[in-house]
């Protein structure tokens, strides 16, 4: 399907048109080099081609390939889907797209053999990803199904109007609420690591206390205010804290066996890139993060810490 837009800002077509759709300069270059890119109906071919004021700039993403994951042997729960959006619950050690250093089939795989339409705006390897979750992070990810609600979603990603609380249990209670907003960027003496550092990018969490459990474990609540990797674990490593698991970030073992890293995408907001409505999507936690806490908290007061109505007021103090 083609799109057209009419320039409002001259500049180099690359960077213009990345600013516009929200996808990075290599997925434009590649539209470019693929001849999908036009300027006043010409194609162009030179990702360094000058726009002016008025241009009409014609784009066009190609379809998603149907292509077979070698084998898929799990499932993924689905919490909504219409035409536009799918909404999962994601597992545990399911990474969202392939890469070169993913061997094992990824949500993309999972996707695709599903037969589910997909967008085509974050390139070949990323159809339909708006946002990611880390692979031992679980809970709700929104799939774009078509280019019009991916460009969309981006676009309230970027103002905000978008986004997630996600749940976390850690080793050591916080002293009080708090937000840090500290620059992140990659570890320079660790590659699997991110930082904080003084020229990483801008990154804000808020935390707040939801219950105190045995074995001077706690239950947060966080909210991103931007969309760094790995933000909350590096915003709660300067605190001294750690998510029960998180070995990568300082989490060292207690007599209780944890196997995997306890945060939980657990409430998703948007506004459907369709009809305009306001939606919000909460997904169930997984049976381990559930058997810890009625194993070292009070459940039931657990329970209505994080009734759905109650989630988000938690930032509104």
């Given at each position: 399907?083609?799109?057209?837009?009419?320039?409002?800002?001259?500049?180099?077509?690359?960077?213009?048109?990345?600013?516009?759709?929200?996808?990075?300069?290599?997925?434009?270059?590649?539209?470019?080099?693929?001849?999908?890119?036009?300027?006043?109906?010409?194609?162009?071919?030179?990702?360094?081609?000058?726009?002016v004021i008025?241009?009409?700039?014609?784009?066009?993403?190609?379809?998603?390939?149907?292509?077979?994951?070698?084998?898929?042997?799990?499932?993924?729960e689905?919490?909504y889907?219409?035409?536009?959006?799918?909404?999962?619950?994601?597992?545990?050690?399911?990474?969202?797209?392939?890469?070169p250093?993913?061997?094992?089939?990824?949500?993309?795989?999972?996707?695709?053999?599903?037969?589910?339409?997909?967008?085509?705006?974050?390139?070949?390897?990323r159809?339909?990803?708006?946002?990611?979750?880390?692979k031992?992070?679980?809970?709700?990810?929104?799939?774009?199904?078509?280019?019009?609600?991916?460009?969309?979603?981006?676009?309230?990603l970027?103002?905000k109007?978008?986004?997630?609380?996600?749940?976390a249990?850690?080793?050591?209670?916080?002293?009080?609420?708090?937000?840090?907003?500290?620059?992140?960027?990659r570890?320079?003496k660790?590659?699997?690591?991110?930082?904080i550092?003084?020229?990483?990018?801008?990154?804000?969490?808020?935390?707040?206390?939801l219950?105190e459990?045995?074995?001077?474990?706690?239950?947060?609540i966080?909210?991103?205010?931007?969309?760094?990797?790995?933000?909350?674990?590096?915003?709660?490593?300067?605190?001294?804290?750690?998510?029960?698991?998180?070995?990568?970030?300082?989490y060292?073992?207690?007599?209780?066996?944890?196997?995997?890293v306890?945060?939980?995408?657990?409430?998703?907001?948007l506004?459907?890139?369709?009809?305009?409505?306001?939606?919000?999507?909460v997904?169930?936690?997984?049976?381990?993060?559930?058997?810890?806490?009625t194993?070292?908290?009070?459940?039931?007061?657990?329970?209505?810490?994080?009734?759905?109505?109650?989630?988000?007021?938690?930032?509104?103090?």
């Amino acid at each position: 399907m083609n799109n057209t837009v009419i320039i409002e800002q001259s500049g180099r077509v690359d960077k213009v048109l990345s600013g516009l759709l929200q996808v990075s300069r290599n997925q434009i270059e590649k539209l470019i080099k693929d001849g999908l890119v036009q300027v006043n109906e010409r194609v162009i071919t030179k990702t360094s081609y000058k726009l002016v004021i008025g241009d009409r700039v014609s784009y066009q993403f190609l379809e998603a390939t149907k292509k077979e994951p070698a084998k898929i042997d799990f499932d993924v729960e689905i919490l909504y889907e219409d035409d536009d959006i799918l909404v999962v619950n994601k597992p545990s050690g399911l990474v969202i797209h392939p890469a070169p250093s993913v061997k094992e089939p990824t949500l993309v795989d999972w996707l695709i053999h599903r037969g589910i339409s997909l967008s085509t705006i974050s390139g070949e390897e990323r159809h339909g990803i708006v946002h990611r979750i880390d692979k031992e992070t679980t809970g709700a990810l929104v799939v774009a199904k078509n280019n019009e609600a991916h460009q969309k979603l981006s676009e309230q990603l970027q103002e905000k109007s978008m986004g997630r609380y996600y749940l976390a249990l850690i080793d050591c209670p916080l002293k009080d609420d708090t937000v840090i907003n500290k620059p992140i960027g990659r570890n320079p003496k660790n590659r699997l690591k991110m930082d904080i550092v003084d020229n990483g990018k801008e990154a804000k969490t808020a935390f707040v206390k939801l219950a105190e459990g045995k074995g001077n474990t706690e239950l947060i609540i966080a909210k991103l205010f931007t969309g760094r990797t790995h933000q909350i674990r590096v915003h709660l490593e300067t605190l001294g804290r750690h998510i029960l698991g998180d070995a990568l970030y300082g989490y060292k073992s207690k007599s209780y066996k944890v196997s995997r890293v306890n945060l939980h995408a657990y409430q998703l907001y948007l506004i459907h890139p369709r009809s305009g409505e306001k939606m919000q999507f909460v997904a169930p936690l997984f049976d381990d993060m559930k058997q810890f806490l009625t194993a070292y908290f009070d459940k039931e007061f657990v329970d209505k810490q994080i009734a759905p109505n109650k989630v988000s007021g938690w930032f509104r103090k």
